[in-house]
């Protein structure tokens, strides 16, 4: 079975920082990555798909990149309303989420 | 608007059952691949069950033969029987509309989710 894992756990950056979240699979998953933004009290929502496409109505301050094993979410510029709870997702085999990275202001 | 609306939850005995609900509006049910997933307490999302648009069903082994996921395709609305309930089970249900091919199948659109506790 395919094992995700993310780091680091928790981040603490401050407003304005470049913030970037490393997700790794445990076999080559290609592309098939996806990352979510949880705030608490709300639904999950799509950021990334396909390892670096952005969805629709996603602030162009989110980026992802990587294939294979090795991923990477970046925030450009971290703002107060990002604060929460980031998941990868591989699609490649049974979904499988990973442990998640909690994002808050320093 | 796209949106999906969760019910159903509540408390409920070990052993118990329940149904979830998942009313979908702007896109069609049937015409979609739909996910549950789930997230217990402190604890990462975990999907749960899969049902594609043409009807196959999948289950991440913890809920095989217990729960048992379905569509109403003229209610447009998702479904998710849960018999014989465990502890284990206690989590905040979402449905999710997953994507084809061309979004890597990843899920779009998520409901706000319904809360499961199994407690005596």
């Known amino acids: 079975d395919i094992q995700m894992t993310q780091s680091p756990s928790p981040l603490s950056a401050s407003v304005g920082d470049r913030v970037t979240i490393t997700c790794r699979a445990s076999q080559s998953i290609s592309r098939y990555l996806n990352w979510y933004q949880h705030k608490i009290g709300k639904a999950p929502r799509l950021l990334i798909y396909a390892a670096s496409s952005l969805q629709s109505g996603v602030p162009s301050r989110f980026s992802g990149s990587g294939s294979g094993t090795n991923f990477t979410l970046t925030i450009s510029s971290l703002q107060p309303e990002d604060v929460a709870t980031y998941y990868c997702?591989?699609?490649?085999?049974?979904?499988?989420f990973g442990p998640g990275t909690k994002v808050d202001i320093k | 608007e796209v949106q999906l609306v969760e019910s159903g939850g509540g408390l409920v005995q070990p052993g118990g059952s329940l149904r979830l609900s998942c009313a979908a509006s702007?896109?069609?049910?049937?015409?979609?691949?739909m996910s549950w997933v789930r997230q217990a307490p402190g604890k990462g999302p975990e999907w749960v069950s899969l049902i594609y648009s043409g009807g196959a069903t999948y289950y991440t082994d913890s809920v095989k033969g217990r729960f048992t996921i379905s569509r109403h395709d003229s209610k447009n609305t998702l479904y998710l029987q849960m018999n014989s309930l465990r502890g284990e089970d206690t989590a905040v249900y979402y449905c999710?509309?997953?994507?084809?091919?061309?979004?890597?199948?990843?899920?779009?659109?998520w409901g706000q989710g319904t809360t499961v506790i199994v407690s005596s």
């Open positions: 997702q591989q699609s490649y085999s049974t979904p499988l």
């Open positions: 702007g896109f069609s049910v049937s015409s979609n691949s």
């Open positions: 999710a509309r997953v994507g084809d091919s061309s979004v890597s199948y990843a899920m779009d659109v």
